[in-house]
């Protein structure tokens, strides 16, 4: 296994400058996702820790050895691409093997050896004597990732393998990638631009944007406590709604509603995504977070006592497993997830409440995080709790 670190390490492409001095480690056999908009560096990232990229500036060790200038061969990785990369007059087996004996000191036999443990492994014992122009994507995808394994690297680096796929292969092809870094612990570095693999495949997972790091954590605490309002919006599927309000003696106050503020348990600052106390005693202009899913109708909690919020619906979106309402608060914009037979029409206005513990400030001008309601010092039992709903 492996460990790779990134120091200070930049790219510039005339003045266009991609990556811009980031910082990060990646642990022995860790399976780390890299995620973030288009053009927001992390393709350039992985080709600079694949060599295909000359960096700028910074350094990049592999288990301490400093690889910076070092040749792609020479580095012991293997890349898997979007597009497979796989040579179409070619056998499967043959794109597989294809320069073992220029990359490596493999006696033929080692190298059959090889396949026919990959092949099990990716279950692709039958696709070895067919070409490419043979296969379904997901079976192509099988065979790029079979070639990278027979190499045994010291670390896998995946640009954006499954993004080719339809949408059910997609998830089929997920739980392999899963299984297969279960049983190789291979150290993995994986890019892609969709928050869903990100949060299933990732043990962490760093958000890119305008090539800098935001925030790098657990799936869950990327979702629970996001450092800044970008790493809210990405992180999650629909978006956490964002509304404007005034904080004034710890409530956030909205043209169409007041809401109080918990108070946080234990101070923010020393939460390790670096959301500091909240000054909730002082008026000042902030961004309020709230993800649909903690938005409740009438009928969905009994009487808590909590203030309730009205929200005209304008459109309903039906997704089968719920029901996401598309609406206004006030002047505002708001998403709201409800069960999915809920009996309610565009153009009806209704009165929803909220989960007290998950409501979340920004920084109106730099947007980044200062107050999660939660306790930032979950115990595992209530992280698991919060996933299951």
Known sequence: MTTVT?????????DVV???GIDLEIEDGEFLVIVGP????????LRLLAGLEATTGGRIEMDERDVTGVEPKDRNVAMVFQNYALYPHMTGRRNITFGMKSSGDFTDEEIERRVEDAAETLDIVDLLDRKPEAMSGGERQRVALGRAIVRDPDAFLMDEPLSNLDAKLRIQMRAELARLHSALETTTVYVTHDQTEAMTLGERVVVMNDGQIMQVDEPQALYDFPANRFVAEFIGDPAMNMIPVDIEDGRAVHDAFTLPLPSVDEPASTDRNGAGDAPLGDTQRAVLGIRPEDFHLPDARSDDGLPRIDAEVNVRE?????????????ATSCNIQAAPRTAVRAGETVSVTYDPARLHLFDAETG??????????????QVLSRASK
């Open 18 to 20: 991609a990556v811009k």
């Open 6 to 14: 990134l120091q200070n390490l930049r790219k510039e492409f005339g």
């Open 318 to 330: 039906p997704l089968g497993d719920s029901l996401l309402l598309h609406c206004s608060i006030g």
């Open 38 to 45: 288009s053009g927001c560096g992390k393709s350039t990232t």
């Open 368 to 381: 980044d995080a200062f107050y999660h309601s939660e306790s930032h010092h979950s115990t595992d039992e």
